[in-house]
């Protein structure tokens, strides 16, 4: 296209988006939010597990029609796909005219106009908007830049009950504890850097929710939350009911991590100093302490992903996250990093892969975790992973023999 403009497919979806070429930095890469409208490629796998999580939730809770609402859409490419890939009815917003323009012709381009519905509005004014306009979203998808935070609160008033808020945050430094102020601005918690960071960011982000929506009276079921790349995604189903909002809140607690030994734990009441080693932990919260899936929906997705294949953008990508994930989402002890603990007893590092598979043969569950490369994820006690680590590992400078 001319105007600055190219056309880029994206699963079964045909986008009009900024020329990429136009908009590079002096390293060559891409930076989206240098473009009059912003859409990042790289988010192509979050919107591909949005559309395979918006067919499953469809179809496992009933519904005669799915009402998906972005309130902020950009380009529109998740809301088109949304009604081309999922079948959904979407209201798009986005608060740049520019943005609903550009909108507006993606759905145009896909013949989804009778689909998709767009607004020109600040995205908390038409989230407040939608009941008298007598829109009931089944799901509402929050993809800010940066947090989330600002529009949780009018997601949850306008959200059917048992709708699902499907929430992505890129401020993953502050979720992480790498900027502490900003996070207990944000998030309003305790802030640390825990040596389980990343699965941090997911969990503190899972209980933020949770306590918002305790505050209008309602529950929360955590189906799917995970970090990938530079963000965290969080699929939550709100439940109403004061009941349901204390049962929300029974489920959060504290994150704790000793730097000394690797040592990581979670809880309802932290401990203060660590019980292998006896250095004062790191401590962070209110986070969630579930399980990051619910088993049973995790399994629906892989199958339909499965199903689906090559439409979506990143299908055997999503298919093999997935696949990775379900081995470890329902373990409710934060990884551990193998370097640290290999630190703490002055031996070399020994693969992650070999020690889960070490930990199986005792009968534990274990697996190297999404989170990180250097880290697995167990239900072994500490102490069971320390000696199994030490049996696999030979003493630091010097060779097996």
């Known amino acids: 296209m001319h105007d600055g403009h190219v056309v880029v497919t994206e699963g079964l979806t045909r986008i009009i988006v900024p020329n990429p070429d136009l908009y590079r930095r002096p390293d060559g890469a891409y930076e989206p939010a240098w473009a009059p409208v912003f859409y990042n490629p790289r988010m192509a796998h979050n919107r591909d597990v949005a559309v395979v999580f918006a067919r499953v939730y469809s179809r496992l809770r009933g519904l005669k029609e799915l009402v998906v609402v972005e309130p902020l859409a950009g380009s529109g490419v998740r809301a088109v796909r949304y009604a081309v890939e999922a079948g959904a009815w979407v209201v798009a917003n986005d608060v740049d005219p520019a943005a609903v323009s550009l909108a507006a012709k993606n759905v145009d381009l896909n013949s989804v106009g009778d689909r998709v519905r767009l607004f020109n509005m600040d995205a908390n004014e038409l989230l407040a908007s939608l009941r008298r306009r007598g829109i009931t979203p089944s799901i509402i998808d929050l993809d800010p830049f940066g947090s989330p935070a600002p529009f949780l609160d009018m997601a949850i008033k306008a959200i059917r009950v048992r709708g699902v808020i499907a929430v992505t945050a890129t401020d993953t430094a502050p979720l992480c504890g790498s900027h502490p102020r900003a996070l207990m601005r944000r998030y309003d918690v305790v802030p640390a850097r825990t040596l389980w960071e990343k699965e941090q960011a997911v969990r503190i982000l899972a209980g933020y929710l949770i306590r918002r929506a305790a505050s209008h009276e309602y529950g929360v079921k955590i ?179």
């Not at 470890?328 to 007893?345: G, H, I, N, Q």
């Not at 274990?366 to 880290?375: E, L, N, S």
């Open 223 to 401: 189906l799917l939350a995970y970090y990938k790349d530079y963000y965290v995604r969080v699929y939550a189903e709100i439940v109403k009911g004061a009941g349901r909002a204390d049962e929300s809140l029974a489920t959060l607690g504290y994150g704790e991590s000793c730097s000394n030994c690797g040592y990581g734990r979670l809880g309802e009441q932290a401990l203060g100093y660590c019980p292998y080693c006896g250095v004062p932990m790191r401590r962070v919260g209110p986070v969630y302490l579930g399980p990051l899936c619910d088993s049973q929906f995790l399994d629906e997705l892989l199958r339909e992903a499965k199903k689906l294949g090559d439409s979506l953008s990143h299908g055997v990508e999503v298919v093999g996250f997935l696949e990775d994930f379900g081995r470890e989402c329902a373990m409710t002890r934060p990884y551990y990093r193998v370097d640290k603990v290999c630190s703490f007893l002055k031996r070399s590092m020994p693969s992650p892969a070999a020690v889960a598979e070490a930990l199986r043969m005792q009968g534990y569950q274990a697996a190297r975790t999404v989170f990180d490369p250097r880290g697995v994820k167990t239900d072994a006690p500490f102490h069971v992973l320390v000696e199994t680590i030490r049996k696999l590992a030979p003493v630091a400078g010097r060779a097996r023999t």
